[in-house]
């Protein structure tokens, strides 16, 4: 197109009638149009090209973001095991921390206790065991029957039995005890 113009401007040229002659004119014109249209076509081109350009943006968008989601959700899964984990280090060391106040605060009331002349649990089994034994050392001594043989012998003999075995236990309780200087 540039061709026939140059062209038709060498010929109007060598004329004498120069480039303002009509056909040259027309040339112009038409040379005009064909560049409007050329304009009009790139523009529905890059506008047809734009809605398929805006939709591969969208389909690319949407990929990146299930994307990003799956990092996502599978860092806040890591930091949630983590925070169980640690969670847990932290309840076994508060625990094993309560056992060791637990122990001390123990030792101390047992230590307390001691000063106030309070006899362990352990001295009062010990010393149960020895009234028992020295009971049963003073029955065998005095020929009498220990509790438990008397209370064989009672529910054998029936009512009758527990009858003589009340009176006698009420006549040891109704006496008085010796008069101490």
Not at 127 to 139: P, Y
Request: a positive charge; hydrophobic letters at 40%.
């Amino acid at each position: 197109m540039v061709k026939k113009l140059k062209a038709m401007a060498d010929k109007k040229a060598a004329s004498p009638a120069g480039l303002l002659d009509n056909a040259l004119a027309q040339s112009i014109k038409d040379s005009a149009q064909q560049i409007w249209l050329a304009g009009m076509g790139a523009f529905a081109k890059a506008q047809a090209e734009g809605t398929q350009a805006f939709d591969k943006l969208i389909k690319d968008g949407v990929s990146l973001q299930k994307k990003t989601q799956g990092l996502a959700e599978e860092k806040i899964s890591e930091v949630t095991g983590k925070m169980t984990a640690m969670a847990g280090e932290v309840t076994a060391k508060a625990g094993q921390h309560w056992d060791k106040l637990e122990s001390i605060f123990e030792q101390r009331t047992a230590k307390a206790m001691g000063r106030l002349g309070v006899p362990s649990a352990k001295e009062m089994a010990t010393l149960n065991q020895r009234i028992d034994e020295l009971s049963a050392t003073v029955a065998k001594l005095a020929g009498k029957k220990t509790p438990a043989k008397r209370a064989t012998r009672a529910a054998a003999k029936g009512d009758a039995g527990k009858a003589a075995t009340t009176r006698t236990a009420t006549k040891k309780t109704s006496r008085k005890p010796a008069a101490r200087a």
